[in-house]
C-alpha cells in the first residue's frame, strides 16, 4: 500500500463513518414519527400478494413505464443504483490498492459485461431525467409545471449525484484499462476501454477515482440524512414498504382506488351505535391521527407532480395539488414531532397530554408547530386551507399516476370526516343536499313517493321486487335516475332496452333511499352509514335465500354502482353489482339486442371516473359505441384511465365552483375540441355537469351530450328517439 493509498482509504473510511452514523440517526427518527401514527392491522393482510405486488410494480416498473420515456429513464436509473451499489462497494478495495476488485464475482466477465451495460444505460437514463426536469421546470412553463412546488434543489442534487457516481465508475475502471490492470475484454467491456485508451498511465489514478466516489456517495447520504423530508432521495427506500403495505394489493391499479377506507379509530372500524367523540377518533383532527401507512405515505412521496399534472382541482385553477398538500402533511409531521415524541398531543376532549416538565426542554419552533390547526386558512396558520380540502373531486387521478401508491383520497376524506361530524364545517351549499339526505332519502329533497314516477309511458310494465319473485337483475335506478330529469331519460332507456331483450328484471321502487355516496365521500360518515344500512337491509329481503352469484343489481350510476359493490360489503352487503354498459355491451355481443341503424355525426365518450379509473370498465361503453355507430369512437386526448374529470365527485356536485376555471367547462372544450357531435356518457352527474358546459359555451344546437344507453337505443329501435336532445333543466 503507498502513501497514496494510505491517505484514500484513512479518508474513505472516515466519510464512511460520518455517513453511516448520521444515516442509522435518520433512519430511527423516520421510524419513530412514523408509528406515531394510528395502528393499522389490514396492512398485513396476505403477505404473499403483497411481496408479489411489490416485485411486480419495482422491477417491472408497472405505473412509471405508463409515461413512456419517463418511465424507462427511470427503470435504467433504479436498477443502476441497485446494481451499481456493488461497484462503490468495489471502491473501498480499490482505495486500497489500485488494482483491487470485488471479492468472487468481480472477476467474472459476465459481471463486468453486466455493470457496462447498466452504466451506459444508467447514464443515458440520468441526462434523460435530467433534460426532463429542466424542460418541465416552473419557472419555464409560467408556474404549471408538475414541478410547481417541488423542491427543485433536491431533484438536481440527487440527479448530478448519480451521473457524477456513474461518470467515476467509468473513470476507475479507465484508469485499470490505461495501467493494464483491467480484468475485462473489450467486447465485454468497450465503454472502460474507449476511457481507458485517452486517460494517463497513472497508476494511483483508480484509487483516487474510487476515493471521489465514495466521496460523492456518502456525500449523498449525508445530505438525505440531515433532511428526513427529502422525498426525492428517501423515496428509493421507501416505496419498497409503501408499496408492500398499500390498501389493496391484488389492484392492478392504485390500491387507493374503489371502496373508501371505512372510518376507524385505533385501527378499529367505528361502530356509530356505541361511538363516543371524547372516547373514539372521528376523522382526523391532528396529524398524528393519521394511520402509520399514512406517515409513511407522506414520508414517500417523490414529489414529482404526476399526481398534480392530472388533478382537474389543480389544472383549473384551484388551490389544491395533492402533491402539495401531501407535503405540506410531511412537513407538519416531522416539524411537529419532537413535540409528540416527548409525550405532548391532545386527547380528543382536546386537553395536553403532556406535563409542562416533559415538554419545557422543546424547541420553540416544535410548540409553534404544535398549535397550527390542521385545517385552516393562512390567518388561522393552518396546515392545510379548507379550500384546498374541499376542492378534491375525489376522482382518482392522483391515486391512478402516484408511482409509489400514495392514498391521496383515503388521506383527503379523513380530514373532512372531522371537519363534517364534529366541527361541522363544510361548504354552506352541501348542507342542504346533506339534510335532504336526511329527510328525504335523496340528495334533491324529492318526494318519495315520485320515485317511480320514471316509469309513466313506458308501453311495457316495470316489475317491482315483491310483486315478482323471478326476476335475474335487480334494476338500482338510482336518485338521479328516479328524479332528475335528464338522467330519467336514460333510465328508460336502459329499462325499454332490458325489456327489449328478454332480460327479467325488477325496481325497489319506493323501497330504494341514496346509496349514501354523497354523504360518505364529503364525509358525513353517519349520514352514509344510515343510508346504507337501510339498504342493505332492504337489499338483503330482495334477494333472500339467493347465493351472492345471483344477487345481481344492475345500476346506472357509477357511484351508485361503486358504492353497492365495494363498499356495502363493509356493511354486510354481498352483491353482484354491474354497470348498465356492461349489462348492455353483453346484450349486444349474444345477441339479444341488434343495432340496426347507426348513429352518425361522430362521437366521443367521456369516461365518468368512478366507472372508468376507479372500477376499470373501459371497454364495455366502448364496445356499446361501436355497435351503435358502426365505427370508431373519436377519442379525447385525455381519456380510459387518464380521463379528466366532469366535477361532480366528491360531493362537489352540490357545492359552488367559485374558484378558477369551471371543471366541467374544461372537459366539454377538449369534448368539442374532437369535432364529435354526440358526446356520449356513462353517468347522471357527468351528464348534467356536460350539458350545463354544452350550454354556457352557447353550443347546445351543436353538440348533444346523451348517455351510452340513449345512444344505442336509438340505434336497436331508431324508431323510439327519445325526445331530441336531452337539454331539461337540470332539477334541484
Known amino acids: 500500500m503507498g502513501s497514496v493509498q494510505i491517505v484514500t482509504t484513512i479518508l474513505a473510511a472516515a466519510i464512511t463513518a460520518v455517513a453511516v452514523w448520521l444515516a442509522v440517526r435518520a433512519v430511527l427518527k423516520m421510524v419513530a414519527v412514523i408509528r406515531l401514527g394510528q ?5 398485513f393482510s396476505d403477505k404473499v400478494a403483497r411481496a408479489r405486488t411489490m416485485l411486480v410494480e419495482t422491477a417491472g416498473h408497472t405505473r412509471m413505464l405508463k409515461w413512456g420515456v419517463v418511465g424507462a429513464a427511470h427503470w435504467f436509473v433504479m436498477v443502476g443504483f441497485i446494481v451499481l451499489s456493488l461497484l462503490v462497494l468495489e471502491a473501498y478495495f480499490e482505495v486500497v490498492t489500485p488494482t483491487g476488485g470485488l471479492p468472487l464475482i468481480g472477476h467474472w466477465t459476465i459481471f463486468g459485461l453486466a455493470t457496462e451495460i447498466i452504466t451506459v444505460l444508467g447514464l443515458v437514463g440520468i441526462l434523460v431525467l435530467m433534460a426532463i426536469r429542466l424542460r418541465n421546470r416552473p419557472t419555464r412553463l409560467g408556474g404549471r409545471s408538475r414541478f410547481t412546488g417541488s423542491t427543485m434543489w433536491q431533484g438536481y442534487f440527487v440527479e448530478w449525484i448519480v451521473l457524477l457516481v456513474l461518470i467515476f465508475g467509468l473513470l476507475i475502471r479507465g484508469f485499470k484499462v490505461a495501467t493494464d490492470h483491467f480484468e475485462y475484454p473489450v467486447w465485454a467491456t468497450p465503454v472502460s476501454h474507449a476511457v481507458g485508451a485517452v486517460l494517463p498511465d497513472w497508476s494511483d489514478g483508480a484509487s483516487v477515482a474510487a476515493l471521489i466516489k465514495i466521496a460523492i456517495s456518502m456525500t449523498w447520504l449525508i445530505v438525505i440524512s440531515l433532511n428526513v423530508t427529502m422525498g426525492v ?51 382526523v383532527a391532528h396529524v398524528e391521527q393519521f394511520s402509520w401507512k399514512g406517515l409513511l405515505d407522506f414520508s414517500t412521496c417523490t414529489e414529482c407532480g404526476r399526481c398534480q399534472s392530472q388533478c382537474p382541482a389543480w389544472n383549473t385553477g384551484k388551490p389544491l395539488s395533492p402533491k402539495l398538500l401531501v407535503l405540506s402533511l410531511r412537513d407538519h409531521a416531522y416539524a411537529k414531532a419532537p413535540y409528540l415524541l416527548a409525550g405532548g398531543g391532545k386527547d380528543l376532549t382536546g386537553e395536553e397530554k403532556a406535563t ?97 314516477d320514471w316509469t309513466k309511458g313506458l308501453d311495457f310494465e316495470v316489475p317491482r321486487v315483491g310483486e315478482v319473485d323471478d326476476f335475474e337483475y335487480l334494476f ?14 336514460t333510465t328508460r332507456a336502459v329499462a325499454t332496452l332490458l325489456n327489449e331483450a328478454g332480460v327479467k328484471f325488477a325496481i325497489l321502487g319506493e323501497g330504494e333511499t341514496c346509496s349514501g355516496d354523497p354523504a360518505r365521500r364529503i364525509g358525513n360518515e353517519f349520514v352514509f352509514q344510515m343510508l346504507a344500512q337501510q339498504n342493505v337491509e332492504t337489499l338483503n329481503e330482495a334477494f333472500e335465500g339467493r347465493d351472492k352469484a345471483k344477487r345481481k343489481i344492475v345500476a346506472t350510476c357509477p357511484h351508485c354502482f361503486n358504492t353497492l359493490g365495494n363498499e356495502y360489503g363493509q356493511l354486510g352487503g354481498e ?17 339479444k339486442l341488434t343495432p340496426v341503424q347507426p348513429v352518425d355525426g361522430g362521437v366521443t365518450y367521456h369516461d365518468p371516473c368512478y366507472l372508468g379509473r376507479h372500477n376499470r370498465i373501459f371497454a364495455a361503453p366502448r364496445e356499446v359505441l361501436g355497435d351503435a355507430i358502426a365505427g370508431d369512437l373519436t377519442e379525447m386526448p385525455r381519456n380510459s384511465e387518464r380521463s379528466f374529470c366532469c366535477g361532480a365527485g366528491g360531493a362537489r356536485m352540490w357545492m359552488e365552483e367559485k374558484i378558477g376555471k369551471r371543471i366541467n367547462v374544461d372537459r366539454v372544450e377538449e369534448a368539442m375540441a374532437t369535432g364529435a357531435k354526440t358526446v356520449a356518457v356513462g353517468c347522471p352527474f357527468c351528464s348534467t355537469m356536460l350539458n350545463d358546459g354544452v350550454n354556457g359555451k352557447g353550443a347546445g344546437e351543436q353538440v348533444e351530450v346523451i348517455d351510452v344507453a340513449s345512444v344505442l337505443l336509438r340505434s336497436v329501435k331508431p324508431e323510439q328517439q327519445q325526445g331530441g336532445k336531452e337539454t331539461a333543466p337540470v332539477a334541484g
Not at 400 to 409: A, L, Y
Not at 424 to 437: I, T, Y
Not at 575 to 591: I, K, P, R
Request: aromatic residues 8%; contains cysteine.
Open 39 to 43: 395502528p393499522a392491522p389490514d396492512r
Open 233 to 283: 432521495a428517501w423515496h428509493r427506500f421507501l416505496a419498497f414498504p409503501n408499496i408492500f403495505f398499500k390498501r389493496e394489493p391484488a389492484k392492478p391499479a392504485g390500491s387507493g382506488l374503489g371502496a373508501l377506507r371505512p372510518m376507524t379509530s385505533q385501527g378499529k372500524p367505528l361502530d356509530f351505535e356505541e361511538a363516543d367523540p371524547e372516547k373514539d377518533q372521528f376523522g
Open 356 to 452: 409542562q416538565a416533559q415538554l419545557a426542554h422543546l424547541d420553540v419552533l416544535a410548540l409553534a408547530e404544535a398549535d397550527k390547526p390542521l385545517i385552516g386558512t393562512a390567518e388561522e396558520g393552518g396546515v392545510i386551507d379548507p379550500d384546498v380540502l374541499w376542492s378534491c373531486t375525489t376522482c382518482g387521478a392522483c391515486v391512478e399516476q402516484c408511482p409509489v401508491d400514495i392514498e391521496h383520497v383515503d388521506h383527503i376524506v379523513d380530514m373532512r370526516r372531522y371537519q363534517v361530524l364534529i366541527e361541522s364545517s363544510f361548504p354552506s351549499e352541501a348542507g342542504v343536499m346533506l339534510r335532504n339526505l336526511e329527510n328525504k332519502g335523496n340528495p334533491w329533497g324529492a318526494p318519495q313517493n315520485t320515485r317511480e
Open 476 to 489: 338500482w335506478v338510482g336518485c338521479a335516475g328516479a328524479f332528475e330529469d335528464r338522467a330519467k331519460k
Open 575 to 591: 352483491f353482484e353489482v354491474v354497470h348498465h354498459t356492461q349489462l348492455l355491451a353483453h346484450l349486444v355481443a349474444t345477441g
